[in-house]
């Protein structure tokens, strides 16, 4: 009887604590981490809250970002975005009139690049040319359409667009998003439910949403292991497997993608065709890129159907096709894949390195200069 009394009072006691501590967070949980802004400005937690929901093209970056983080690569990375929350040098301010803008996913952004030695600011600061980079992490063809579409509205001015389109593009256009007749981006249905939990707890409780954040963290960590050596070959989490998949296998439907190969590429062809008539419309030119993956490089051919697919799409459409497969596989022939790999790409991960950034802003330079 005595155990049970203690017991029973000791479940009061948390289940007041935990009722308070959410009302505690829910009220007050901002403005706590507001306090604490120089010391979250160094974690990567502060990464989440910069990257932030867009009513129009899904999701964007703050505006006027300055963020520092130490923590998940050897260097340190600092990101900057300018007054329109594009990734800029940082404490810059522009208008809305640029000569050039590149627009493609986090391999555009570079992430983990600092602006000043991306492929874009590269480009920027050799030619002179007013350049916005418009990518950002997750983005594809349906966000490429709906962001350039509503940046024309607003009074935006490029003299010519070049479109970065990546491996990864298939999986995230087909599989998670969806697009309306007005060009508004959203999750496709089975996505929605999940990720409508995870925005509510982001929204209305910070403090918890910061200890969940650490929680995962800590348990990435822990399941990571050892430390793989440079030497080795890279190891790519399941997700980043599966996303490459599509360009090297021979099956037309892969098990988790929504749709086959054929129909899938169709309609990112048909989102690319749409953005080719509104540039048309305001007489903005069309440049398009694409790139290898160390899936390519290693699994793939050099004239990949990714190649193909948008070498055709470029007949008539494009000022130039910036085709990267046979730089990095001329590299691969020279070497061996592991070489090529260590030399152009982060650690166990398919994004350019440096060194690769620097290739794919000298290519650049050769088409524009």
């Not at 690569?73 to 975005?81: G, M, P, R, S, V």
């Not at 990546?166 to 996505?191: A, M, P």
């Not at 399941?223 to 030497?231: A, C, P, R, V």
Request: charged share 25%; net charge positive.
């Amino acid at each position: 009887m005595i155990i049970f009394k203690t017991l029973y009072s000791s479940l009061k006691i948390l289940i007041i604590t935990f009722i308070l501590t959410l009302v505690i967070d829910f009220f007050l949980g901002e403005k706590i981490l507001n306090k604490f802004d120089t010391f979250f400005s160094k974690s990567q937690f502060y990464e989440r809250l910069i990257r932030i929901d867009h009513p129009i093209y899904h999701h964007t970056l703050r505006k006027n970002v300055n963020y520092s983080n130490n923590v998940s690569f050897i260097e340190t990375y600092q990101l900057c975005t300018n007054n329109h929350g594009f990734k800029s040098k940082c404490n810059q301010t522009d208008n809305k009139n640029y000569e050039f803008a590149f627009i493609g996913d986090s391999f555009t952004e570079g992430t983990p690049i600092e602006y000043e030695d991306s492929f874009v600011g590269l480009f920027e600061e050799k030619t002179g040319y007013k350049t916005a980079n418009l990518g950002i992490v997750s983005y594809s063809p349906k966000i490429y359409l709906s962001k350039i579409n509503l940046l024309l509205k607003e009074g935006f001015k490029f003299n010519h667009v070049v479109v970065f389109i990546d491996i990864s593009d298939f999986y995230d256009d087909t599989n998670f998003y969806s697009i309306d007749d007005n060009l508004i981006v959203t999750e496709k249905y089975s996505k929605k439910k999940n990720l409508k939990r995870r925005k509510f707890l982001r929204n209305n409780f910070p403090l918890t949403n910061f200890y969940m954040f650490v929680l995962k963290k800590y348990k990435f960590k822990s399941e990571e292991g050892k430390e793989l050596n440079i030497d080795e070959n890279p190891v790519f989490t399941d997700k980043v497997n599966l996303k490459a998949k599509w360009t090297y296998s021979n099956e037309d439907k892969i098990e988790k993608y929504d749709l086959g190969i054929k129909e899938g590429n169709q309609i990112m062809v048909n989102h690319m065709e749409k953005l080719h008539e509104i540039l048309s419309q305001n007489n903005i030119k069309l440049s398009l890129a694409v790139y290898p993956w160390p899936h390519q490089l290693e699994k793939d051919v050099i004239n990949s159907i990714h190649v193909k697919i948008w070498q055709e799409f470029c007949e008539n459409k494009c000022e130039n096709f910036i085709n990267y497969f046979p730089i990095f596989f001329n590299e691969m022939n020279n070497s061996s894949y592991l070489e090529t790999y260590k030399k152009y790409y982060f650690k166990n991960d398919p994004h350019f390195n440096k060194v690769g950034h620097k290739v794919l802003a000298k290519k650049l330079l050769e088409i524009f200069k």
